[in-house]
């Protein structure tokens, strides 16, 4: 008991250990939403959505830290006041480097604790280029990102398990993405992603590529914070990932945006981090209430020119 209520207080000090961070950042400095080219904005303020990329990318020699966390379920059967509604529980978490090469053509690594449904201990790298940005020349902002992870997760010795990999190249999956964005005057941006996830190992009740269109939206409520909304719903082959085991991953969440860093605290029944983790691996139902809290803190580094 004694333990358990020393891990509650740990989790609990490091949420709002993070939320002091932004705080701090919030109070030197405060950056607008535009870019350095005249009047055309940025159609979202992160590289990331909630769960998904959006249609931005690092300034060129920017480096950002970042850091996405998950706890367990608020509500139902894993949730509720017994386990602090989901403080108690970490359903995954994401430490990240990444890297703006030119304005338009960013890399990130990154690793995950992963959900253990199926995978733990992931490693993952993308590569990210906008086509198109929002302008005089162009209606909407075009971006390409392509991207895969790794397990080195110690593989289960029964062979009906989906982490038992056979072989090496099993433990690799594989995603790539086209994020189509719009910005439509000071405090409206949208977002359609269609995105193929391919996993070279999958159950019986599976499939190795999964197509799925993604929707997302962003309304500005002042020049730091917005809300946002996301969802993803994936396209399954006829008699494979049934319904009341798969689900579609949604959220919300509030965005705090200031000079150099980012903060965003989210609701998702989305558990792991990633494409190849959330799209096809998404399990819990937000009307059983198994959402969670979740937060994305990041900070950017600016290399100058000598």
Known sequence: MLHQTIQMKAKITYFL??????????AQHEETEYSDEPFEPKTFSSTRIICGHSVETLPARTMEFRIEHRFGDMFGTNGGVQNMFGFDNLADIRIALEYGITNDLMIGFGRAKGTGSPYRS??????????????????MSLTGIAGSTFTYMTASSDISQVNHFPKVSH???YFTQLNIARRFGDRLSVAIMPTLVHSNYVAANDQNDLFSVGAAARFKLTGSFALIA??????ASKGLRPNDVYKKSIGI???????GHSFTINLTNAQGIGETQFIP??????????????????????????
């Open 253 to 259: 969440a509030l965005e705090w945006y200031t000079f």
């Open 17 to 26: 250990l993070m939320l002091m961070l932004s705080l701090k950042f919030y």
């Open 171 to 173: 433990r690799f999956a």
């Open 230 to 235: 996301e969802y993803y719903h994936p396209f």
């Open 281 to 306: 691996y998404t399990t819990s139902d937000w009307l059983k209430g198994q959402f969670r809290l979740g937060f994305c803190v990041g900070r950017k580094f600016t290399f100058e020119n000598e």
């Open 122 to 139: 992931l490693l993952d790298g993308f590569v990210k280029y906008r086509i198109l940005k929002q302008g005089k020349k162009s209606p």
